[in-house]
């Protein structure tokens, strides 16, 4: 018998890198919901692979096929989230307040640290995948100039627009690829919400159609598969850290009871 019940993978965007000053459990959606099975008993060995660096559609291939243990991986992310957090440049996304302890506290503390991340996944019995990506595709190909979204709102929609059945392809690839190494996974995929805190609340109203066209495909995405289930997370507009566009810790909390309520 396994050491384990469950084998459980989230990837890949920053969604679940549960680094905002608030944040003082240090608990991503991903830690939730195994926390959700540790109490029902069950033994779950779990990894995030969320990233602040590496977070794009096509470098979840490449990170898989490295096949990094679970410490390996940690470490690497260690040093992303630490280079990513202390580089707060002008037109950085993290000029932001983190929560100071995240990067040498989260990648610290893990259990079945020489799992292999890829073999695992490919052996397990029914694994589990939450799959949040694609929104770091829609920022590397719209390619607007700045962050502040007061400045770039129609620049950005147009650009978008453009760039969105691009972004679909990736994320209907990336789901091929999870089902190729285990056609058992249970695939579950997360949907997006307007990326922008409450002081901004006009601009996030005007982009929002925008972001339900892209949660409409990936439900279109997620319904030519059997074991690939949406996860409808618009209401996370309503945790956004203050200065940020990343959820609190009550946002990681939403996120996951989202999830759970969707889990076979």
């Not at 091929?176 to 002081?199: A, H, T």
């Not at 030519?224 to 618009?234: A, G, L, P, Q, S």
Request: proline share 4%.
């Amino acid at each position: 018998m396994d050491k384990y019940d469950i084998y459980m993978v989230g990837a890949l965007d920053s969604l679940g890198v549960p680094y905002t000053a608030d944040n003082k459990q240090m608990k991503s959606f991903i830690d939730m919901v195994a926390d959700k099975y540790k109490e029902k008993g069950i033994k779950i060995n779990y990894v995030n692979l969320c990233s602040l660096a590496r977070n794009k559609t096509w470098e979840l291939k490449e990170i898989l096929d490295k096949d990094y243990t679970k410490e390996q991986y940690y470490k690497l992310n260690q040093n992303y989230s630490k280079m990513v957090t202390t580089n707060k440049s002008k037109n950085s996304r993290f000029n932001h307040p983190t929560n100071p302890d995240f990067v040498k506290v989260y990648y610290s503390n893990m259990d079945y640290a020489d799992t292999k991340i890829t073999t695992e996944l490919k052996n397990a019995k029914n694994p589990i995948f939450l799959y949040t990506c694609g929104g770091m595709n829609f920022d590397y190909y719209t390619k607007c100039p700045s962050c502040d979204f007061r400045k770039i709102i129609p620049e950005f929609v147009l650009r978008a627009k453009k760039h969105l059945n691009k972004t679909m392809e990736d994320i209907d690839d990336c789901v091929k690829y999870i089902l190729s190494l285990n056609p058992s996974v249970k695939m579950y995929v997360l949907g997006v919400y307007p990326m922008i805190d409450n002081r901004l609340k006009l601009i996030r109203y005007i982009v929002s159609p925008l972001y339900k066209i892209y949660n409409k495909k990936i439900v279109d995405i997620c319904n030519k598969y059997d074991n690939v289930i949406y996860i409808d997370i618009y209401g996370t507009q309503n945790y956004i850290s203050p200065y940020d566009n990343h959820p609190t810790y009550e946002g990681q909390k939403y996120i996951a009871k989202q999830i759970v309520k969707r889990l076979k």
